[in-house]
T-cell receptor, first 113, second 112 residues
Framework: NAGVTQTPKFQVLKTGQSMTLQCAQD?????MYWYRQDPGMGLRLIYY???????DKGEVPNGYNVSRLNKREFSLRLESAAPSQTSVYFC????????????FGDGTRLSIL | GDSVTQMEGPVTLSEEAFLTINCTYT??????LFWYVQYPGEGLQLLLK?????DKGSNKGFEATYRKETTSFHLEKGSVQVSDSAVYFC???????????FGTGTKLQVIP
């Protein structure tokens, strides 16, 4: 009963390093999302993919890229990490539609020094 | 654009107290409304939802009613437990669905 799986759970990077956060879902959902969560800011949408083969920018896309590898997997890449990208990153998935709830992974806690 | 406003936290209550967490929204048309809960170290999970005016969502003793006239979706529980300590997020999806808009979250701490 995995749901949404994110890897890694924790990561420390140096400024300028790159990395990819991985996300996979086993619920056959069409839509997938990447959020960042910062204290007092709630959840902010970085990128989303309404269906396989499409991706769109969210509220805070600068400094990030995404790849919808297939229906199950949606990765988030930081090309040149900056301290401002220190955050907790959540991947979510859902069926497409306004009444469909989102299902979240447990997050990746990323610190950039 | 769409927005969700939640009451500032943290909220600290004694066990068995009554809980209200306020949520108001701004959106075009009639959105769907959700409450999510986040326990420490975990992702958000759906608590309840309501998809049209006057609907009442309920789950695990929590309730919220979709009030179109006041654009509100306040979360209530009659008797909180220590295990209810978490962060609660109000959220909406617009009539023409694109993405979810979340509030900033309200932290609830229940003390024995």
């Amino acid at each position: 009963n995995a749901g949404v799986t994110q890897t890694p759970k924790f990561q420390v990077l140096k400024t300028g390093q790159s990395m990819t956060l991985q996300c996979a879902q086993d619920m056959n959902h069409n839509s997938m999302y990447w959020y960042r969560q910062d204290p007092g800011m709630g959840l902010r949408l970085i990128y989303y993919s309404a269906s396989e083969g499409t991706t769109d920018k969210g509220e805070v896309p600068n400094g990030y890229n995404v790849s919808r590898l297939n229906k199950r997997e949606f990765s988030l890449r930081l090309e040149s990490a900056a301290p401002s990208q220190t955050s907790v990153y959540f991947c979510a998935s859902s069926d497409f539609g306004r009444n469909q709830p989102q299902h979240f992974g447990d997050g990746t806690r990323l610190s950039i020094l | 654009g769409d927005s969700v406003t939640q009451m500032e936290g943290p909220v600290t209550l004694s066990e068995e107290a009554f809980l209200t967490i306020n949520c108001t929204y701004t959106a075009t048309g009639y959105p769907s409304l959700f409450w999510y809960v986040q326990y420490p170290g975990e992702g958000l999970q759906l608590l309840l939802k309501a998809t049209k005016a006057d609907d009442k969502g309920s789950n695990k003793g929590f309730e919220a009613t979709y009030r179109k006239e006041t654009t509100s979706f306040h979360l209530e529980k009659g008797s909180v437990q220590v295990s209810d300590s978490a962060v609660y997020f109000c959220a909406l999806t617009p009539l023409i669905y694109q993405k979810v808009t979340f509030g900033t979250g309200t932290k609830l701490q229940v003390i024995p």
